[in-house]
């Protein structure tokens, strides 16, 4: 069965400062991966989606994540971290099959710190 | 285009009464998801539909229940509510119900069941 670990259930970092968060996705095939943001009170917003090609993934907001297959991960990065980055962070793996159904890991609370 | 949009936003109920949700999708996506995010199970989801069909459910009993009607919109409905039911329920939709699509969420119905 698919699965999304995320095993940072919170993160501190002080505005400016480099970030990453870890995910490890369980799938039998090539995985659909993405990573969403929440912020209270909100819903999810997509940051953004990696499904073939290119392992570097660009996204909105300044963020990026890199597909690696032998490590079975899809870490998200962001070179500087702003004081509005405090949020939610999701990973998710979307299943295969002809319909849409997304496995999500149990998030990252991000808190950025002056 | 108008996003994701769901009624109500906060609702209260009691423990044995059912109620409905609404979702509408947005204008010209025909898949809509169901998510249920708490804090102890985080986000699960519940079922989808695609052309007034559901094509794939989570693991919830048959209290939960939804539709779609033929203008994509959807409803979800839980019977006889338990405690155990509080959470954000959240609405994604997407174009055509590929794997590969991005879901666009919803802010979500705040349900609390007293």
Partial sequence: ?114 | KAGVTQTPRYLIKTRGQQVTLSCSPISGHRSVSWYQQTPGQGLQFLFEYFSETQRNKGNFPGRFSGRQFSNSRSEMNVSTLELGDSALYLCASGPGGSSTDTQYFGPGTRLTVL
């Fill in chain 1, 1 to 114: 069965a698919q699965s999304v670990t995320q095993p940072d259930i919170h993160i501190t970092v002080s505005e400016g400062a480099s970030l990453e968060l870890r995910c490890n996705y369980s799938y039998g095939a090539t995985p659909y991966l993405f990573w969403y943001v929440q912020s209270p009170g909100q819903g999810l917003q997509l940051l953004l989606k990696y499904f073939s090609g290119d392992t570097l993934v660009q996204g909105i907001k300044g963020f990026e994540a890199e597909f690696k297959r032998s490590q079975s991960s899809f870490n998200l990065r962001k070179p500087s971290v702003h004081w509005s980055d405090a949020a939610e962070y999701f990973c998710a793996v979307a299943h295969s099959g002809g319909y849409q159904k997304v496995t999500f890991g149990t998030g990252t609370k991000l808190q950025v710190i002056p």
